[in-house]
């Protein structure tokens, strides 16, 4: 058996073996942990919601003040 050959394909294998080890590090270190995950989903449901209420109440001040966009502007 020729033991350069095993030495290097062992090499190959542990190299290609850390190298992944830190490609699946970096990639789930990239990520947010789950708690964090869940208080921006929260503060995103809350961030819609409040655009819905802002979108309702430009539609009703459309409708009450004719104009009002106009006036707040100037």
């Known amino acids: 058996m020729n033991w ?3 030495i290097i394909f062992t090499f190959v294998i542990v190299l290609t073996a850390v190298r992944s080890h830190y490609k699946r590090q970096e990639r789930t270190s990239l990520g947010l942990p ?3 995950q869940s208080a921006l989903d929260r503060a995103m449901d809350i961030a819609r919601r409040l ?3 802002v979108e309702t109440l430009e539609r ?3 409708e ?3 104009g009002w966009r106009a006036r707040v502007r100037t």
């Open 4 to 6: 350069d050959l095993v």
């Open 34 to 36: 789950p708690g964090d």
């Open 51 to 53: 655009e819905q209420r």
């Open 60 to 62: 009703l001040l459309d």
């Open 64 to 66: 009450d003040a004719p």
